[in-house]
T-cell receptor, first 112, second 116 residues
């Protein structure tokens, strides 16, 4: 069936470096994509979103890139900080559909 | 804005008892709320979609008589785990979609359930 998945389950980076977390999706009907950050024992926290009519969106220290041709989504974190250590999930939802499907998650560890 | 609360944050109960978890949207109205379950080191699994004023929609494999959902108002949805057993122990997370916003779901802090 349709699914959302991640290339890398873990990612370790040095403090100050840039981080890139990738996500592949298979539902071509997906219209809206979101990145969430989840710290241990807490609920997911919204980071940034992007619609299918865009290929790039920037926030504070974060950028989301969407490549619809290869059904690929990425989250870039600039100047990664120890507080960025968490599990990052991508999620997708088709247009006008309630269902939001989550990827497997990538654990980001930032080394001081 | 867009704050979602859950209560309780942690609960320990005996096998066979029922546990109610509340999910509230604090600063927005939410006709639609969602309940997820998350096992350690795994992703979120959608259990059901809670609709204000109507029956919840359950995902395949989720027992509706086991996980009772009530969405009595635009700011409150409750999940009751009936006759809980140790295998029901998990992290339960709710989310809510702002009626006046986009499709973004805002998540609660989660409820850790431990059934002894």
């Amino acid at each position: 069936g349709e699914s959302v998945g991640l290339h890398l389950p873990t990612l370790s980076v040095q403090e100050g470096d840039n981080s890139i977390i990738n996500c592949a999706y298979s539902n071509s009907a997906s219209d809206y994509f979101i990145w969430y950050k989840q710290e241990s024992g807490k609920g997911p926290q919204f980071i940034i979103d992007i619609r299918s009519n865009m290929d790039k969106r920037q926030g504070q220290r974060v950028t989301v890139l969407l490549n619809k041709t290869v059904k690929h989504l990425s989250l870039q974190i600039a100047a990664t900080q120890p507080g960025d250590s968490a599990v990052y999930f991508c999620a997708e939802t088709p247009y006008n559909n309630n269902d939001m499907r989550f990827g497997a998650g990538t654990r980001l560890t930032v080394k001081p | 804005g867009a704050v979602v609360s859950q209560h309780p944050s942690r609960v320990i109960c005996k096998s066979g008892t029922s546990v109610k978890i509340e999910c509230r949207s604090l600063d927005f109205q939410a006709t639609t709320m969602f309940w997820y379950r998350q096992f350690p080191k795994q992703s979120l699994m959608l259990m059901a979609t809670s609709n204000e004023g109507s029956k919840a929609t359950y995902e395949q494999g989720v027992e509706k008589d086991k996980f009772l959902i009530n969405h009595a108002s635009l700011t409150l949805s409750t999940l009751t785990v009936t006759s809980a057993h140790p295998e029901d122990s998990s992290f339960y997370i709710c989310s809510a979609r702002d009626d006046g916003g986009a499709e973004t779901q805002y998540f609660g802090p989660g409820t850790r359930l431990l059934v002894l």
